[in-house]
T-cell receptor, first 118, second 113 residues
Framework: GAVVSQHPSRVICKSGTSVKIECRSL??????MFWYRQFPKKSLMLMAT?????????EQGVEKDKFLINHASLTLSTLTVTSAHPEDSSFYIC??????????????FGPGTRLTVL | KNQVEQSPQSLIILEGKNCTLQ??????????LRWYKQDTGRGPVSLTI?????NTKSNGRYTATLDADTKQSSLHITASQLSDSASYIC????????????FGTGTRLQVFP
């Protein structure tokens, strides 16, 4: 099946620093990737849709200058949390869309990145 | 409003027992309905995918059903194992925008020996 990886799996940083999270589709090309945020015991919330070679589309209420997204290749999207603060601590999950799947446009999820801002 | 609600919120069962999780949705029209398993600290993993024309889909000990008329789906787990302890999420995909996943509230299942 389609595999999506994320790196790092866990990161702890000081308040005010920036953190970059990578999302890779390992065995398929993904023109579109998605970034989600998940709070404890809550469901996933879509933050933005990342399209290869173009600007990301952010959901309402998500600060684009705070969460920088770059989708430079068909297998890699990055999310940079700039000037991180404790309230940015969360579980960040990416997904990649495989248009060639049995059910079109199926999204495959990465294992997630746990961000803790001190 | 497009919503997906799941019940129960949490469930505790003994190893070897069966259980059924429920999903009610108001998403209309929808493209397909998926059940995911999410282990703590991990991303969701797909268990079943059903289009609106399918009534049932199995994946090993997991069997999902779909009633598009009543807008209900269920996930039945047979002969539960300790490794089944996880959150189970029902996701409905909107017909007019298949990138729009509408997530259910999830059911937290704990299987004890």
């Amino acid at each position: 099946g389609a595999v999506v990886s994320q790196h790092p799996s866990r990161v702890i940083c000081k308040s005010g620093t920036s953190v970059k999270i990578e999302c890779r589709s390992l065995d398929f090309q993904a023109t579109t990737m998605f970034w989600y945020r998940q709070f404890p015991k809550k469901s996933l919330m879509l933050m933005a849709t990342s399209n290869e070679g173009s600007k990301a589309t952010y959901e309402q209420g998500v600060e684009k200058d705070k969460f920088l997204i770059n989708h430079a290749s068909l297998t890699l999207s990055t999310l940079t949390v700039t000037s991180a603060h404790p309230e940015d601590s969360s579980f960040y999950i990416c997904s990649a869309r495989d248009t060639g799947g049995l059910v079109g446009n199926e999204q495959f999820f990465g294992p997630g990145t746990r961000l803790t801002v001190l | 409003k497009n919503q997906v609600e799941q019940s129960p919120q949490s469930l505790i069962i003994l190893e070897g027992k069966n259980c059924t999780l429920q999903c009610n949705y108001t998403v209309s029209p929808f493209s397909n309905l998926r059940w995911y398993k999410q282990d703590t600290g991990r991303g969701p993993v797909s268990l079943t995918i059903m289009t609106f024309s399918e009534n049932t889909k199995s994946n090993g000990r997991y069997t999902a059903t779909l009633d598009a008329d009543t807008k209900q789906s269920s996930l039945h787990i047979t002969a539960s194992q300790l490794s089944d302890s996880a959150s189970y999420i029902c996701v409905v995909i909107f017909f007019y925008n298949t990138d729009k996943l509408i997530f259910g509230t999830g059911t937290r299942l704990q299987v004890f020996p």
